[in-house]
């Protein structure tokens, strides 16, 4: 291996590295914490080890004050996200996944940005419960958060419906290859016998008992469409169709959104491709570049710790010639391909002799109000449908693959319960993503998925004076900087500094190609429209044809573009 020529970091090791060693692979004390009546929360140690099986530990925040004036413990409550491969899910497994979010959770299913689903407000005593009953519709959730590889992503559109089962097919055999192979997770939630030693009769042939350093993702694009954000991943395959047929992958590596406040070492950066594998390889590609992360990723400071670091610590050439060396053959050269949007396609569609309904769904909320029963519609369709679901990176829904017969039964659903495809609402809001954020996530600094719609129906108001209300802009809010949303590739993004307060981001590329760069720091809501209502006017009357609003303001000298995070915090042109 080429380790003479990586820099390495010689600092300690963090603290969490000691842990997942000394976890019995990643058994710790859940178990007994559990089992514990006297506290709905478990130990410290324990939710750091609890996020490998899929779950995090919350509390409510908009309460978090009062119940300390009362001197009592905060309410305490967890997330799940189940682990789903492309995001696709069975009617049968929606209906499951429907029953445990009015049993035991908030009563609301959560599509995630990247093609999973959250429950959210369990409380501690029917975690279990809950683990069981998603197990028993043949998904989990091992793996769905930690340091490990996390939900594979893939194209899920319906008008590429002809390529879907394939590359649906290599994520799936992706998400099993590289799911950690402990038993802890059966042990625990499912009461498999428990191995007396697990450290000397169990293996993890490939994190070993350190696991990676942090979380990983991959993902499979499909030209013309980047739906899945690709550049955006630790590790991208980029399908490559000729005479409509899969011949291989372009493999970009070493994306990743995430960074933090101040501290000018953290940045997103988008992935970059090395070039060409056959279909049959990426497997082979998937496993040695997950070890490379393992052997050289920063292990000493978290928060320079992701494959993004990794690379641009080492330089591309010295990743290649490492990939290469494990691989025992050269990926080929890159094949040309092309990106024009990575948005969703809304309505009906026929692909593959079926039909395929997209429906907008607004950050991924799948719930009931009293004007629009969501999720009980969904609920009716699911009993009667034969096909089934995908979930989009956009956090959009697909009922896919319905046959004619079907159809009619389905449409007739949709007009009862008022199931709207989403051509309704504004170009603007369809192409917008929120995380999150308050009142469960613990890292969240501002508001993001309760408070982006209220924020959007005033920017329309600008939109509609200027022309614009059927120009479609990407926009993202996320309440921190660790990018759930994928901000970092807008047109126009919000990032969370504090209540009320975000930093803006402008030039994003429209078909996720180019990474924003910071127009104004730490302001709110009435700077945020003060600012922007003169660039979206100026911008209808001297955008050249086909220009989008990320290119625009780049060329107008609002911003500089921006093709490597190494470039993020660089002195903005900033035209005011």
């Not at 003479?4 to 914490?33: C, M, Q, V, W």
């Not at 559990?34 to 506290?39: A, C, H, M």
């Not at 490492?322 to 050269?330: C, T, V, Y």
Request: net charge negative; charged share 25%; with cysteine.
């Amino acid at each position: 291996m080429a380790e003479h020529n990586f820099p390495r970091d010689n600092g300690p090791l963090d603290a969490l590295e000691h842990l997942k060693t000394d976890s019995n692979y990643l058994r710790g004390t859940i178990k007994e914490g559990l089992g514990d009546q006297i506290t709905a929360a478990i130990s410290e140690d324990d939710t750091k080890l609890l996020k490998f099986h899929g779950s995090y530990q919350q509390d409510d925040r908009d309460i978090r004050s009062d119940r300390r004036r009362k001197k009592l413990e905060p309410a305490y409550q967890f997330m799940i996200r189940v682990r789903a491969p492309g995001g696709v899910a069975t009617p049968e497994q929606w209906l499951t996944l429907d029953d445990i979010a009015s049993k035991y959770a908030n009563g609301t299913l959560k599509l995630t940005t990247r093609q999973s689903f959250q429950f959210h407000g369990i409380l501690k005593w029917n975690l279990k419960k809950t683990m069981q009953e998603i197990n028993a519709s043949l998904m989990n959730t091992l793996a769905a958060c930690g340091d490990v590889n996390r939900n594979v992503m893939c194209n899920p559109n319906p008008y590429q419906s002809d390529v879907h089962s394939e590359v649906y097919g290599w994520s799936k055999e992706l998400s099993e290859y590289l799911s950690p192979k402990t038993n802890a997770y059966h042990e625990i939630w499912l009461d498999d016998e428990k191995v007396v030693d697990s450290r000397e009769e169990e293996t993890e042939p490939i994190y070993g008992s350190s696991y990676l350093p942090r979380k990983f993702k991959i993902g499979i694009a499909v030209p013309p469409s980047n739906d899945v954000d690709i550049y955006s991943h630790d590790l991208g395959f980029i399908a490559i169709l000729e005479d409509g047929e899969l011949k291989g992958f372009n493999v970009a590596v070493g994306g990743g959104m995430g960074m933090t406040h101040g501290d000018t070492n953290t940045y997103p950066q988008i992935s970059r491709v090395i070039g060409f594998t056959p279909a049959e390889k990426i497997i082979d590609v998937a496993e040695k570049v997950v070890t490379i992360q393992r052997d050289y990723g920063n292990r000493s400071n978290r928060k320079n710790a992701r494959f993004k670091y990794t690379i641009d610590t080492g330089g591309i050439d010295w990743f290649k010639s490492e990939l290469n060396e494990r691989l025992g053959w050269n990926l080929e050269q890159e094949r040309t391909f092309n990106f024009e949007h990575n948005g969703d396609r809304y309505g009906w569609v026929k692909g593959n002799g079926r039909w395929h309904y997209t429906l907008f769904i607004q950050n991924g909320r799948v719930k009931d109000t009293e004007n629009y029963p969501l999720m009980t519609g969904l609920r009716k369709i699911a009993k009667i449908h034969t096909g089934d679901f995908r979930l989009t990176p956009n956090q959009n829904l697909i009922i896919a693959n319905v046959t004619g017969q079907k159809k009619k039964k389905i449409d007739a659903l949709i007009e009862k319960y008022g199931i709207t495809e989403g051509k309704e609402y504004s170009a603007l809001k369809r192409n917008s993503m929120a995380c999150v954020a308050f009142p469960t996530c613990g890292l969240a600094m501002a508001e993001s998925e309760r408070y982006l719609p209220s924020l959007l129906e005033k920017m329309e108001e600008i939109l509609d004076e200027a022309g614009l209300n059927e120009q479609e802009i990407t926009i993202r809010m996320t309440g921190c900087p660790n990018g759930c949303s994928r901000p970092g590739l807008a047109e126009i993004a919000f990032i969370g500094k504090a209540p009320g307060k975000y930093n803006m981001y402008l030039g994003g590329g429209f078909a996720g190609e180019r990474l924003n760069k910071l127009y104004r720091e730490n302001i709110g809501e009435a700077e945020i429209l003060k600012d922007l209502r003169p660039i979206l006017i100026e911008y209808a009357k001297e955008r050249q044809e086909e220009e989008h609003f990320g290119d625009y303001v780049i060329r107008a000298g609002y911003v500089e573009e921006v093709y490597s995070g190494l470039d993020f915090h660089t002195t903005n042109l900033v035209k005011k």
